[in-house]
């Protein structure tokens, strides 16, 4: 059975954080794949394969027209982090009236460590944008969602047990679109 979190490892040697979604028996966090092959939509590749280990991590592969395999070189710079997604998984307490702050997963530090002290991001789904703010801890190794999280939820009718996950846009590491499942 596939997990609900799980890893790509592009054959360069990359990880990407994503996720399986059972309600629509997906796989989450393949957009950032292409961020990492470099290509602005799957069609633009001739086969892509994964291959799942039966654990919780899918190898993933590129062939050319030919059926060769392509080498996979990175388009993104030294500078921005490997993975280029993160999760939340809504807890009861994110369903509070006045929510104090959702923390995002240490895991995902990465991402965040390109965030200032107290900064925005923005998220979009589908034609909706939500501003949320972020703070991180006095010892700079976690995250958290702050103002704007009340919205987003209502916004999304998120429930408790969903899991939300915020993939980069645009290759900007403060603008994320929303899967959710």
Not at 56 to 63: D, G, L, T
Not at 147 to 170: P, Q, S, V
């Amino acid at each position: 059975m596939i997990p609900d979190r799980l890893e790509y490892v592009v054959s360069s040697g990359q990880h990407i954080v994503g996720s399986y979604c059972r309600r629509e028996r997906k796989l989450v966090g393949v957009g950032s794949v292409c961020n990492i092959l470099g290509v602005d939509h799957l069609n633009e590749l001739n086969v892509l394969l994964f291959c799942y280990d039966g654990e919780s991590s899918f190898k993933v592969f590129v062939f050319d027209q030919s059926l060769i395999e392509t080498p996979v070189f990175s388009s993104l710079s030294v500078d921005v982090p490997q993975d280029t997604a993160f999760e939340i998984l809504v807890q009861p307490y994110h369903m509070l009236q006045y929510c104090h702050g959702v923390g995002i997963f240490v895991e995902f530090r990465n991402i965040s460590h390109f965030w200032n002290r107290i900064d925005h991001i923005t998220a979009y789904e589908g034609n909706h944008c939500w501003t949320l703010q972020t703070r991180k801890r006095r010892d700079w190794n976690r995250a958290a969602i702050h103002d704007g999280w009340i919205n987003f939820r209502e916004d999304l009718g998120l429930c408790i047990g969903d899991r939300c996950m915020f993939e980069w846009k645009n290759d900007q590491v403060k603008e994320f679109r929303i899967l959710y499942c």
